[in-house]
């Protein structure tokens, strides 16, 4: 069982996100669904993760991948019922596993009854009032009400047509046509959400990890912005962005934390904002959010001084509000780290690749993301892990274009192909139908699985030795039991350059990011290594990482 009394667990705690599209099917319609989290909980259990993080499960046309919700609280069918949910928790309590829910605020489904109530309504009514609805520019009101653009190509703005049938206003999305921004100023959004917040805080979760929290108030006027909107935004002239952090997100945030708090236990809410280090760190101030993601760590090349100088400034950032650093290095909008590290040079993380395009280097990728991941888990702080890293799960970047979903896809007019390579589902076994995800064949399922999933699967790897599962289950264990997850970084100087190394606790971290071998004293106590080839040498390869026991 969780400990109720236990304050302070997610400020080391590592966190598993599931995509419940893609873990496990239950009912074999070759999509994932919330009996199947249930019954595979076990695999987290054995992974050794203190929490889950599931992406949403809510009523959705689907038009993201279920960040347009229709209903926040319910379970759409596809994923089961809110009795399933109430057992999953159940399941993973008895368990010992936390569960973070999704909470999607910036925006909705266009299918939302707030939404079509809008569109029925006149200008200026108290239904539009809810969202961020202007008349147009030019003549005839046929141009956009600003330059801002979404974060899926093109305009952030759609013109509807009124009752009437003619052309008339024109609405804000920065994401997807059919994801409208709920205008945060007006007290109903607020209220509706504190609603929300308290129906899933009622059913017991442990927390919620916050979609886009950062651009829930946009600047009065909502002035133009001709400055790129993407990736980790900084300040231009002392000035954010127009719709990102801007300084009322705040008091959003306080009133949030005051409902978590007035709950049994110690319930968190993570956010999720693409900023750097000491702007993300305003929002995990004490009576604020619990944690934000490390998104400048996950963009960092396999650079030893780039790598280095994040931890630095993410520590630093952090120490001054006294809210523990998280890191992360995959999740289900980026390219897989193991995919990602077998590129040399910049990758942009959210564009996908073809089979037309360049391939990563896979044995590169797998080695270098072992690496990353043993640097990553002896880093104090909490952890992210997305959905088969612990397998070495390779980007699917053979996709057929027929098959992808992605949004960014067809609003690009296919020329971005978007994250669906890193959503393909997970292999449990080797054998059965689509690889023990459902009963479907391979290609039947939502997305469909690659032959070279099977032998990457969990029945593959486990008690493997050396196996990437059997890898991460050690760092997780060692992890623990070390309690590196409460203590400090002591860098210490390799004498060669191109490595990271540190101290923390009795544990020294050594990772060779540099392309040369260095060898350590015949008595280094090696508790962890990233090459399962090396387990008995003193060698540090190049792309390996160790941790080295007192
Ligand atoms: C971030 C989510 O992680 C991503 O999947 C989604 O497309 C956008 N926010 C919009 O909700
Ligand atoms: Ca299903």
Known sequence: ????????????????????????????????????ITSRLDHVASLGADAIWLSPFYPSPQRDGGYDVADYRDVDPHFGTLDDFDALIRRAHSLGIRVVVDLVPNHTSSQHVAFQAALRAAPGSPERALFHFRDGLGEVGHLPPNDWECMFEGSAWTRVFEPDGQPGQWYLHLFDESQPDWNWDDPRVRDDFETTLRFWLDRGVDGFRV????????????????????????PIEGRMPPMWDQEGIHEIFRAWRRILDSYEGSRILCAEAWLPPERTARIVRPDEMNQAFNFAYLEQLWDAEAIGATITASLAANEAVGAPTTWVLSNHDVMRHASRFGYEGLVALEHGVGSDDPQPNRELGLRRARAATALMLALPGSAYLYQGEELGLPEVTDLPDSTRQDPIWERSKRRIRGRDGCRVPLPWDHTTGSYGFSSVDADKTWLPIPVYYAPLSVASQVDVPHSTLDFYRSALEIRRRLQLGGGKVVWTNHPKTGFVSFRNGNITVIANVSGTSSALPEEAKIVLTSDPSTANTRIIHPNMTVWIQD
């Open 1 to 36: 069982m969780i400990d109720l009394t236990d304050d302070t667990w997610w400020r080391t705690a590592v966190i598993y996100q599931i995509y419940p599209r893609s873990f496990a099917d239950s009912n074999d319609d070759g999509i994932g669904d919330l009996p199947g």
């Open 211 to 234: 979609d886009v929290c950062d651009a829930l108030v946009k600047a009065p006027g909502l002035p133009d912005w001709p400055h790129p909107t993407h990736g980790v935004v900084e």
